[in-house]
């Protein structure tokens, strides 16, 4: 099975954007549908956007919407969460994970996580 590694959090300010990737590594990427998952201090673990394995098929979060895109790259082994119009209430710690077959939109449907990476927006 794959391992990720999840890079590109960091503080921004409101308004702002940043770029999130998860590189998977140890299995073939592509038999793997994506999913990110962010997670505020207090708070549950929240799906925020999922893709499929040729990329056909990407959900979001009422929340994210319009402001988050999410894709892949399969010779490279990486998926990407771009995020735009940040806002404070986007801050939280996230995750991608991964699993075989389709995409879900529930966290105990995916069988392997990244260790996490931190996102905080300052208003």
């Known amino acids: 099975q794959v391992q990720l590694v999840e890079s590109g959090g960091g503080l921004v300010q409101a308004g702002g954007s940043l770029g999130l990737s998860c590189l998977a590594s140890g299995d073939t990427f592509s038999r793997y549908a994506m999913g990110w998952f962010r997670q505020a201090p207090g708070k549950e673990r929240e799906f925020v956007s999922a893709?499929?394995?040729?990329?056909?098929?990407?959900y979001y979060s009422d929340s994210v919407k319009g402001r988050f895109t999410v894709s892949r790259d399969n010779l490279k082994s990486t998926v990407y969460l771009q995020m735009n119009s940040l806002k404070p209430e986007d801050t939280a710690v996230y995750y991608c994970?991964?699993?075989?077959?389709?995409?879900?939109?529930?966290?105990?449907?995916?069988?392997?996580w990244g260790q996490g990476t931190q996102v905080t927006v300052s208003s």
């Open positions: 893709i499929s394995w040729g990329s056909h098929e990407t």
């Open positions: 994970a991964a699993r075989r077959k389709i995409p879900a939109l529930r966290a105990h449907e995916y069988e392997i």
